[in-house]
């Protein structure tokens, strides 16, 4: 018979290995097997044991200097979520993306308070291309798409906790239509995006991340509409 204790202790470890795979996913670079257990607050020893199950099922891969980064085997398991929106909507990021020099991104709602990035396209030809990689994760209170999705929730279904000075500016963007941010999520970075709505899929967001934009922000918007009206009709909404 299982025990209440062993359940807890089994769910206590697939917590913590899932709490790994974002932690790696949110970070810029590889990290130490040290750096891991403090971002989980556990004892090295406990993080090693993880990370070994998590490579062992390639979702964890480790280079030669023991560093820890995403591996493989998560594309696996990604390609079968949403997978036919990932399909429809990446011939239209790849157009936004090629046409503007800018990283252009699907983002979901994941839960009550996040965003995970679906898809991400970058232009062919840009002098500085920034690489926002498929399942970063980030609050919707914070960026242009988490923002771009809270435009379309009613404010009953908002996180327990919105400042009112977002409450003001989410006003304001209802207003124009889009969504704006700068420095937020990735320090350095601005990003401009836009409500997608499909029935039956989560509340999502287009939008696009750049150092600095070259042409005026609703500029961008339009034309991230347009991007996303073209991804409703291929739904067939």
């Given at each position: 018979?299982?025990?209440?204790?062993?359940?807890?202790?089994?769910?206590?470890?697939?917590?913590?290995?899932?709490?790994?795979?974002?932690?790696?996913?949110?970070?810029?670079?590889?990290?130490?097997?040290?750096?891991?257990?403090?971002?989980?607050?556990?004892?090295?020893?406990?993080?090693?044991?993880?990370?070994?199950?998590?490579?062992?099922?390639?979702?964890?891969?480790?280079?030669?200097?023991?560093?820890?980064?995403?591996?493989?085997?998560?594309?696996?398991?990604?390609?079968?979520?949403?997978?036919?929106?990932?399909?429809l909507a990446l011939p239209e990021l790849n157009a936004v993306a090629n046409e503007?020099?800018?990283?252009?991104?699907?983002?979901?709602?994941?839960?009550?308070?996040?965003?995970?990035?679906?898809?991400?396209?970058?232009?062919?030809?840009?002098?500085?291309?920034?690489?926002?990689?498929?399942?970063?994760?980030?609050?919707?209170?914070?960026?242009?798409?988490?923002?771009?999705?809270?435009?379309?929730?009613?404010?009953?279904?908002?996180?327990?906790?919105?400042?009112?000075?977002?409450?003001?500016?989410?006003?304001?963007?209802?207003?124009?239509?889009?969504?704006?941010?700068?420095?937020?999520?990735?320090?350095?970075?601005?990003?401009?995006?836009?409500?997608?709505?499909?029935?039956?899929?989560?509340?999502?967001?287009?939008?696009?991340?750049?150092?600095?934009?070259?042409?005026?922000?609703?500029?961008?918007?339009?034309?991230?509409?347009?991007?996303?009206?073209?991804?409703?009709?291929?739904?067939?909404a």
């Amino acid at each position: 018979m299982v025990t209440d204790d062993a359940t807890r202790a089994g769910s206590q470890t697939l917590s913590r290995g899932i709490r790994i795979l974002e932690v790696l996913a949110d970070a810029d670079r590889a990290l130490s097997i040290d750096e891991v257990a403090a971002a989980l607050g556990v004892h090295r020893s406990v993080a090693y044991r993880l990370v070994r199950t998590l490579e062992h099922h390639g979702l964890v891969t480790r280079d030669a200097a023991g560093r820890l980064t995403l591996g493989t085997g998560l594309a696996a398991l990604a390609s079968g979520v949403a997978r036919d929106l990932q399909h429809l909507a990446l011939p239209e990021l790849n157009a936004v993306a090629n046409e503007l020099g800018m990283t252009c991104l699907l983002a979901v709602l994941v839960d009550a308070e996040e965003a995970v990035t679906l898809v991400s396209a970058s232009p062919r030809q840009s002098v500085a291309v920034v690489s926002y990689r498929p399942g970063h994760r980030h609050p919707i209170t914070r960026g242009g798409p988490g923002k771009a999705i809270l435009l379309s929730l009613p404010e009953s279904a908002w996180p327990a906790e919105v400042p009112s000075g977002l409450r003001d500016e989410i006003a304001e963007s209802r207003r124009r239509g889009y969504a704006l941010s700068h420095d937020e999520v990735v320090p350095s970075l601005a990003s401009v995006a836009v409500p997608l709505m499909l029935p039956g899929q989560p509340p999502a967001s287009i939008a696009v991340i750049h150092v600095s934009f070259s042409q005026p922000e609703s500029e961008i918007a339009e034309r991230l509409r347009l991007a996303a009206e073209a991804v409703t009709r291929a739904y067939g909404a």
